[in-house]
């Protein structure tokens, strides 16, 4: 038997993954990194962050760190202890609780020149359950539309 079960899984897998929302990879800043210089709340204004999602801080070990804080933290850009920062330059943060993060970096003054992000990170989604897109109803006459305009033109030419 050439096609054993598993591999039929593997093609209904192949099939109907991709339809289904997976948990993704962001990198923070995309392109710039964790960085100075860059509109953090515009980046995320236009992103959907849910919960199993994965955030990646990407910069220069020592440039840079990355602390989770609360909300006060986040507007007074207040460090917490070096001990509870991500130094490694390739911080991955697992979004596992819905609600508001935010993150700050706490080398020199990089909070306070913009270099935090705050999102809102959106219970898991559920499978798609909406039925496929109906194909479009003809017209009445059964024609179409292309149908009815050139019934339309004949009658005007007629
Ligand atoms: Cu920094």
């Given amino acids: 038997m050439a096609l054993s079960s598993l591999s039929i899984l593997v093609l209904i897998a192949t099939i109907f993954l991709p339809s289904i929302a997976v948990a993704k990879e962001i990198v923070v800043g995309d392109d710039h990194g964790w960085t100075l210089g860059f509109d953090y709340s515009s980046w995320a204004a236009d992103k959907t962050f849910r919960v199993g999602d994965v955030l990646v801080f990407k910069y220069a070990v020592g440039e840079h760190n990355v602390f989770k804080v609360n909300g006060t933290a986040f507007q007074s850009c207040t460090v917490p202890p070096p001990s509870e920062a991500l130094t490694t330059g390739s911080d991955r943060i697992v979004l596992a609780i819905p609600g508001r993060k935010w993150y700050i970096c706490g080398v ?8 935090k992000l705050v999102i809102t990170v959106q219970p898991q989604a559920l499978p798609p359950t909406l039925p496929p897109v109906p194909a479009p109803s003809p017209s009445e006459d059964g024609l179409g539309f292309g149908g009815w305009v050139s019934k339309k033109i004949l009658t005007i030419f007629h």
Avoid: I, P, V
């Fill in 108 to 115: 020199g003054g990089h909070c306070n020149a913009g270099q």
